[in-house]
């Protein structure tokens, strides 16, 4: 069981910066991909960014790739997600899931691949 908590949201200017961490409970972190997700009101949730479990695999969305930047730090339990130069169209929740992969280096892209989720963390950027 994996309990994933998400912060950093909050409001920013077009062209800003925000980077958004996401906190793991338990052991075993390093045996998890972890992907970013958003969701923007009316519309369906969609891939960000994902992760693989040691970290030297990544991937990204078109929209976001160049501007955002996943990364990890396995001894602190944590997943981020770097994001420069936001635009309003990146108004939405972000979330953070994971997906135990054992020695797998893979890295997921849809959403029912991930098992556990996080509650999201608001992010609004304003032109």
Request: with cysteine; glycine share 12%.
């Amino acid at each position: 069981q994996v309990q994933l908590v998400e912060s950093g949201g909050g409001l920013v200017q077009a062209g800003g910066s925000l980077r958004l961490p996401c906190v793991a409970s338990g052991r075993s972190f390093s045996t998890y991909a972890m992907g970013w997700f958003r969701q923007a009101p009316g519309k369906e949730r969609e891939f960000v960014a994902a992760i693989s479990r040691s970290g030297t695999t990544t991937d990204y969305a078109g929209s976001v790739k160049g501007r955002f930047t996943i990364s990890r730090d396995n001894a602190k339990n944590t997943v981020y997600l770097q994001m420069n130069s936001l635009s309003p169209e990146d108004t939405a929740k972000y979330y953070c899931a994971a997906r135990f992969t054992g020695y797998s280096t893979t890295v997921y892209s849809r959403s029912s691949d991930y098992n556990y989720w996080g509650q999201g963390t608001q992010v609004t950027v304003s032109s």
